[in-house]
T-cell receptor, first 113, second 115 residues
Framework: DQQVKQNSPSLSVQEGRISILNCDYTNSMFDYFLWYKKYPAEGPTFLISISSIKDKNEDGRFTVFLNKSAKHLSLHIVPSQPGDSAVYFCAARRVSGNTPLVFGKGTRLSVIA | DAGVIQSPRHEVTEMGQEVTLRCKPISGHNSLFWYRQTMMRGLELLIYFNNNVPIDDSGMPEDRFSAKMPNASFSTLKIQPSEPRDSAVYFC?????????????FGPGTRLLVL
């Protein structure tokens, strides 16, 4: 049973526009959420995170929104750039349980110039 | 810091052969994770260690898979005997547990092809 779901395997966006990547989770005990970015032939790298006590966290062009009641989070990239083309993984964990991250399957973002 | 180091980067082997993947975590990190990435299943956690002790190996697919962490700076993932369905990219990651802001740092991965 997948606890973290990314239902869109791929997404294409034009350069300069907004990219919105979505993620749903089923475990209500999760209280910390992260997004990782992965380029081909490289390991995933940490991008941005959010604690369950917040509903928004912003870092430059990247903003993560958390809707706890819907068990949904999203990553917004504005404006999108060709260098943002990568696979984005959503991840979650329960901090108090000292458990590792649970990852979604990823969404491949293509930013078209 | 060199980051998480994995070797080899690529491995091609024949079915039935033993495969050993190696990982050197970031110095000072007390947790180490082995993941497998496939198109069908995404990033699966196979096993993780905390202070060199295996904590959860429920993700290890079969007894053919084993992992060790003899010291804080080295871990191995062994597949014996290997099968074509083991073909995937295997990632090692390290981090600090416990911690509120747990960020796992991934190595570049080992791409394994079993013929």
């Amino acid at each position: 049973d997948q606890q973290v779901k990314q239902n869109s395997p791929s997404l294409s966006v034009q350069e300069g526009r907004i990219s919105i990547l979505n993620c749903d989770y089923t475990n209500s005990m999760f209280d910390y959420f992260l997004w990782y970015k992965k380029y081909p032939a490289e390991g995933p790298t940490f991008l941005i995170s959010i604690s369950s006590i917040k509903d928004k966290n912003e870092d430059g062009r990247f903003t993560v929104f958390l809707n706890k009641s819907a068990k949904h989070l999203s990553l917004h990239i504005v404006p999108s750039q060709p260098g943002d083309s990568a696979v984005y993984f959503c991840a979650a964990r329960r901090v108090s349980g000292n458990t590792p991250l649970v990852f979604g399957k990823g969404t491949r973002l293509s930013v078209i110039a | 810091d060199a980051g998480v180091i994995q070797s080899p980067r690529h491995e091609v082997t024949e079915m039935g052969q033993e495969v050993t993947l190696r990982c050197k975590p970031i110095s000072g990190h007390n947790s180490l994770f082995w993941y497998r990435q496939t198109m069908m299943r995404g990033l699966e956690l196979l096993i993780y260690f905390n202070n060199n002790v295996p904590i959860d190996d429920s993700g290890m697919p079969e007894d053919r898979f084993s992992a060790k962490m003899p010291n804080a700076s080295f871990s191995t993932l062994k597949i014996q005997p290997s099968e074509p369905r083991d073909s995937a990219v295997y990632f090692c990651a390290s981090g600090a547990l416990p911690g509120v802001k747990e960020t796992q740092y991934f190595g570049p991965g080992t791409r394994l092809l079993v013929l």
